[in-house]
């Protein structure tokens, strides 16, 4: 089981930045063992990947959209998840969710990410 708690959303301008943090505690199994993910959804629209992360931190991948803007990075001394969003654009206006899988690789697609956080708003105005 693992339970994860997003923070750090909040209203920014086109341009700005934004880090995400991603809390997660675990039981049965430890935070290393995880792939991490996050994904975001706007209102009416489905829940898009946006990038993810393997348990050892040493493999990356991203949605073509945030490519090149944003980045993931974990911290497994601490069981946190980041995601560092930079050049942000009025189309980043998202929920932003924190996600783990147990795959070893593959995972990019909701289906891949059994345990979910609760989301936080990111609003980007122009």
């Known amino acids: 089981q693992v339970q994860l708690v997003e923070s750090g959303g909040g209203l920014v301008q086109a341009g700005g930045s934004l880090r995400l943090s991603c809390a997660a505690s675990?039981?049965?199994?430890?935070?290393?063992?995880?792939?991490m993910g996050w994904f975001r959804q706007a209102p009416g629209k489905e829940r898009d990947f946006v990038a993810a992360?393997?348990?050892?931190?040493?493999?990356?991948y991203y949605s073509d959209s945030v490519k090149g803007r944003f980045t993931i990075s974990r911290d497994n001394a601490k069981n946190m998840v980041y995601l560092q969003m930079n050049s942000l654009k009025p189309e980043d206006t998202a929920a932003y969710y924190c996600?783990?899988?147990?795959?070893?690789?593959?995972?990019?697609?909701?289906?891949?990410?059994?345990?979910w956080g609760q989301g936080t708003q990111v609003t980007v105005s122009s």
């Open positions: 996600a783990a899988s147990t795959l070893l690789t593959g995972f990019s697609a909701v289906v891949d990410f059994p345990y």
């Open positions: 675990t039981s049965g199994r430890t935070f290393s063992t995880y792939a």
């Open positions: 992360i393997s348990w050892s931190g040493g493999n990356t």
